[in-house]
């Protein structure tokens, strides 16, 4: 939410040079990334919070242990790839019968979704992990590992990525700690110093909050200035053609900024993005 704000506002001074305050707190990130998942509307069916199930509540986004003990997430969210995984695992009444007709994602009755989840689990008990990636992969059904922490560290393509990093710790020496999601070309960044004590910096951070400043060192903002948009994207206009959860949130923060969002979704089904935001 405060990268948001601040790039927000970064555009708003660039368009009409008045420069703003940006404050958010950890409640409202808390309130803003679980808005698709506390639906409350005029013709919405009443709200299921699959959620609580630690397994996943959706019979194909949801992790399952196999024979060996070792577990596997399913990540099918459209038809087809509910299909293919229908094929693929030998279970062709997924696909088949009407009890399933609304599958993966639109399920009327729970009792169907419980038995697909049955269905499934038992059939993956039969093969070892190893097994099941393969054929499912090689069927195009969106499948990946379980991993610990350290397992997912330990990946090359993690390593390679800069996702991990090296740093020291006054108490604890050498650590492996999550490296920056994001790569800068020219101004790359990295851990550059341990994490402070307890109390470190409480009177430095005192004193900076008691510290006013000169009222020349401050940027005066005019919330009444004619130039300053009502909205920090008002005026421009995005066009939206994507699916699935990560681009079309991308499309809602950008409306909620004030841009003019123009959605294209396809004419299958009810000819509406099933994952809209």
């Not at 309130?31 to 998942?37: D, H, N, Q």
């Not at 199930?53 to 099918?76: A, E, F, N, V």
Request: hydrophobic residues 40%; proline residues 7%.
């Amino acid at each position: 939410m405060a990268v948001q704000g601040t790039l927000a506002a970064l555009h708003v001074g660039n368009v009409c040079g008045i420069g703003q305050k940006i404050e958010t707190s950890m409640y409202q990130g808390a309130i803003a990334i679980r808005s698709p998942m506390l639906p409350l509307a005029d013709e919405i069916p009443q709200f299921r919070n699959l959620n609580l199930l630690p397994q996943g509540g959706l019979p194909t986004y949801r992790m399952y242990p196999c024979s060996d003990g070792k577990w596997l997430h399913i990540g099918c969210l459209n038809r087809e790839f509910w299909d293919k995984l229908a094929v693929a695992m030998d279970l062709i009444e997924l696909a088949t019968e009407p009890e399933f007709e609304f599958a993966p994602a639109g399920w009327t009755r729970d009792q169907d979704r419980e038995a697909a989840i049955d269905l499934i689990g038992s059939r993956l008990l039969e093969r070892p992990r190893d097994h099941w990636l393969s054929v499912l992969a090689e069927s195009d059904v969106p499948v990946a590992p379980v991993l610990t922490t350290q397992q997912y560290m330990d990946l090359p393509q993690v390593r390679q990525s800069g996702l991990v990093q090296t740093a020291h710790d006054l108490i604890l020496g050498e650590t492996s700690q999550v490296g920056l999601p994001i790569g800068f070309s020219e101004t790359p960044g990295k851990t550059r110093m341990s994490a402070p004590k307890l109390g470190q910096h409480t009177d430095e951070a005192l004193a900076s909050l008691g510290h006013k400043g000169s009222s020349s060192s401050r940027m005066e903002i005019d919330l009444n200035n004619e130039k300053s948009p009502k909205h920090p994207l008002e005026g421009m206009k995005v066009l939206d053609l994507s699916s699935f959860i990560a681009a079309p949130l991308g499309s809602m923060v950008l409306s909620d900024l004030g841009a003019d969002v123009i959605k294209v979704e396809p004419l299958l089904g009810k000819g509406q993005d099933l994952w809209r935001f």
